[in-house]
């Protein structure tokens, strides 16, 4: 079993950063892939990044890319997510995930298994 826990988030005026951190704990071995997905109110949940397990691949929704890096992955017990550059629509409910299957792209929320409890990112004028 593996437990996800999400720290770093807060309020940050538009332009500004956070660092998302995603601690990974329990049977790791098997997890081949951790990701970030966000979702704001009235919203479905959307890939925000993606790394493997040993950092040698990542993965980014459009809209990030070049504003948020993802580094670690379960080989070193943690995913974070370093954010720049926050826009008005960053705002939302970050979740980090955890997969142990091997099938399917990152982009999915269906090919992970575990996830974490979310932490609140708002950014402001």
């Known amino acids: 079993q593996v437990q996800l826990v999400e720290s770093g988030g807060g309020l940050v005026q538009a332009g500004g950063s956070l660092r998302l951190s995603c601690a990974i704990s329990?049977?790791?071995?098997?997890?081949?892939?951790m990701g970030w997905f966000r979702q704001a109110p009235g919203k479905e949940r959307e890939f925000v990044a993606a790394?493997?397990?040993?950092?040698?691949?990542?993965f980014y929704a459009d809209n990030v890319k070049g504003r948020f890096t993802i580094s670690g992955g379960s080989a070193m017990s943690t995913a974070d997510l370093q954010m720049n550059g926050l826009q008005l629509e960053d705002t939302a409910s970050y979740y980090c995930?955890?997969?142990?299957?091997?099938?399917?792209?990152?982009?999915?929320?269906?090919?992970?298994?575990?996830w974490g409890q979310g932490t609140q990112v708002t950014v402001s004028r």
């Open positions: 329990g049977h790791t071995d098997n997890v081949y892939l």
């Open positions: 995930a955890a997969s142990t299957r091997t099938l399917g792209p990152p982009y999915y929320a269906s090919r992970y298994d575990t």
């Open positions: 790394i493997t397990s040993y950092g040698e691949s990542t």
